[in-house]
T-cell receptor, first 114, second 114 residues
């Protein structure tokens, strides 16, 4: 079993829809949880990060973490064509000597259709 | 300045060439990374520099040689590459090694080995 599982999609939704993107993980040592957005031929861009279980909101984006279920989600409200990108979840665990190891999910390719 | 700048954006090289990729950040981040990303895959960690010292080498072939001349610069020297090394090479930085608050990525160098 991979440490981080993410459905690669593709996911296609109409403009204005609510999008739900999810990742599951198996390593209980993961403490920090991030979502990156990557446009085609560009580097990943950090969207949100969170530490504790619960919700964190930033504009149209909400990140949700459920540590008991080892499940994280990213919700996008009122989706726009400009949200079309690949969304990567990432998780960080302490690996000793003051450093952390970051593990990425495979990424979900999202298309928002006008 | 909240950017990681990578040059060149595109590079085509023959299998006998020697070339270098460059990365620069001025955010005062103490950790810098090289990642390799193939199409439709998540980034794969290659090297980690923490406080200008190589701290992680993920069993990368010796035809890839990293160098950190100072806290703002990171180079990746390439020699005798193979066509399967063609990929997007991403540089990233963070406050401390491994995050935990996420990385800032550059836009990448798209490398084609012919």
């Amino acid at each position: 079993q991979k440490e981080v599982e993410q459905d690669p999609g593709p996911l296609s939704v109409p403009e204005g829809a609510i999008v739900s993107l999810n990742c599951t993980y198996s390593n209980s040592a993961f403490q920090y949880f991030m979502w990156y957005r990557q446009y085609s031929r560009k580097g990943p861009e950090l969207l949100m990060y969170t530490y504790s279980s619960g919700n964190k909101e930033d504009g149209r984006f909400t990140a949700q973490v459920d540590k008991s279920s080892k499940y994280i989600s990213l919700f996008i409200r009122d989706s726009q064509p400009s949200d079309s990108a690949t969304y990567l979840c990432a998780m960080s665990a302490y690996s000793g000597a003051g450093s952390y190891q970051l593990t990425f999910g495979k990424g979900t390719k999202l298309s928002v259709i006008p | 300045d909240t950017e990681v700048t990578q040059t060149p954006k595109h590079l085509v090289m023959g299998m006998t060439n020697k070339k270098s990729l460059k990365c620069e950040q001025h955010m005062g981040h103490r950790a810098m990374y090289w990642y390799k990303q193939k199409a439709k895959k998540p980034p794969e960690l290659m090297f980690v520099y923490s406080y200008e010292k190589l701290s992680i080498n993920e069993s990368v072939p010796s035809r890839f040689s990293p160098e950190c001349p100072n806290s703002s610069l990171l180079n990746l020297h390439l020699h005798a590459l193979q066509p399967e090394d063609s990929a997007l090479y991403l540089c990233a930085s963070s406050q401390e090694a491994g995050g935990p608050y996420g990385y800032t990525f550059g836009s990448g160098t798209r490398l084609t080995v012919v």
